[in-house]
């Protein structure tokens, strides 16, 4: 069964910076893609952004120029560096990998709160 576990979220005033974490029970060189997707209290959850096996990034629009993606393949960990962070980025924040065959697997995701 594969886990996807986040970590980093919490409290930060508008402009601060919050790094994420997911961390995988499984070797992450075995997703085509892994990524980060939020939902915020009333709202749709929404892709912010995804890293495929080879390295390519995409970003939502609303993110970009603030937040990257990485991945660490050694440590089966995919992050997301979050800058500017605004109040809207406020969400849940939740982990996806996608394998080859089959549908994605999901994390119970983090918090993020942008307040002053």
């Known amino acids: 069964q594969v886990q996807l576990v986040e970590s980093g979220g919490g409290l930060v005033q508008p402009g601060g910076s919050l790094r994420l974490s997911c961390a995988a029970s499984?070797?992450?060189?075995?997703?085509?893609?892994m990524g980060w997707y939020r939902q915020a209290p009333g709202k749709q959850r929404e892709r912010v952004a995804d890293?495929?096996?080879?390295?390519?990034?995409n970003y939502a629009d609303s993110v970009k120029g603030r937040f990257t993606i990485s991945r660490d393949n050694a440590k089966n960990t995919v992050y997301l560096q979050m800058n500017s962070l605004k109040p809207e980025d406020a969400a849940v924040y939740i982990c996806?990998?996608?394998?080859?065959?089959?549908?994605?697997?999901w994390g119970q995701g983090t918090q993020v709160t942008v307040s002053s």
């Open positions: 996806n990998a996608w394998p080859v065959v089959g549908s994605p697997f």
């Open positions: 499984v070797m992450i060189s075995s997703f085509n893609t």
């Open positions: 890293i495929t096996r080879g390295g390519s990034t």
